[in-house]
């Protein structure tokens, strides 16, 4: 539907008009929770004569246009296709055109309907309509945006800790290698290390009793994340 309504009404910008999403109904959905909106849904029925007449005249409009882009996730299917003949014996609309607006923001993994109008409306009456349900789901609508905007900082917090917690782990990584690097080998030094360590103690070693040798193991304490 969506490439057929840009092709109709604005061949000459594809970028104008309604940008309706081209995923099934339930994906629009889905998207309209992720982005805390209503989702603006239309059934264009060809065999109606006031269907096409409300796309040219109506939907297509700059002022419907901006409305919807600005407020909405949009979605649009013509009773041709599968998806929206089925959504259409689910709502069993009386008339045509349909438009309806649907909550699945404040819903688990549903919808529910905010508002509908079945038949032609014009510009004005469509827009009015709008405005009023939106000042019905603003606190619905703001609720959910502040979960999410928590969410997302929470996510974000856990996000640098784990940086930290990563670097912490590399450079203290990098420190073992370096001293392993530093440290005096046995297998080159031989038993002359004890006669070594006796006149000059190299830096991490200690006298065993018995006049050994015993190689002092430096611990490095990892940072631990802050839950």
Avoid at 60 to 73: K, L, Q, R, W, Y
Avoid at 98 to 108: F, I, M, Q, T
Wanted: glycine content about 8%; charged content about 25%; aromatic content about 8%.
């Amino acid at each position: 539907f969506s490439a057929w309504f840009s092709e109709s009404f604005h061949a000459d910008d594809p970028s104008a008009g309604v940008r309706f999403v081209q995923l099934s109904h339930r994906d629009a959905l889905s998207v309209a929770k992720t982005e805390t909106k209503l989702l603006f849904l239309y059934l264009h029925a060809p065999m109606h004569h006031e269907s096409e007449v409300f796309c040219s005249q109506v939907l297509a409009s700059p002022e419907v246009s901006t409305f919807v882009n600005d407020n909405f996730i949009a979605w649009g299917g013509s009773l041709r296709d599968g998806d929206a003949h089925a959504l259409a014996a689910e709502v069993n609309p009386s008339a045509y055109p349909y438009v309806a607006l649907l909550d699945s923001v404040s819903h688990g993994g549903g919808a529910s309907l905010v508002m509908s109008c079945e038949g032609f409306i014009d510009t004005d009456g469509l827009i009015g309509v709008f405005e009023e349900a939106l000042a019905g789901q603003t606190s619905v609508l703001n609720d959910a945006r502040a979960r999410h905007a928590e969410a997302d900082a929470n996510r974000r917090l856990r996000e640098e800790q784990d940086a930290a917690f990563a670097e912490s782990l590399a450079r203290d990584a990098a420190r073992a290698a370096s001293g392993a690097r530093g440290s005096p080998s046995r297998d080159r030094f031989g038993s002359g290390l004890c006669t070594i360590e006796r006149r000059w103690k190299p830096c991490g070693t200690r006298q065993t009793p018995s006049g050994g040798c015993a190689t002092t193991t430096r611990t490095h304490r990892r940072a631990s994340r802050d839950n």
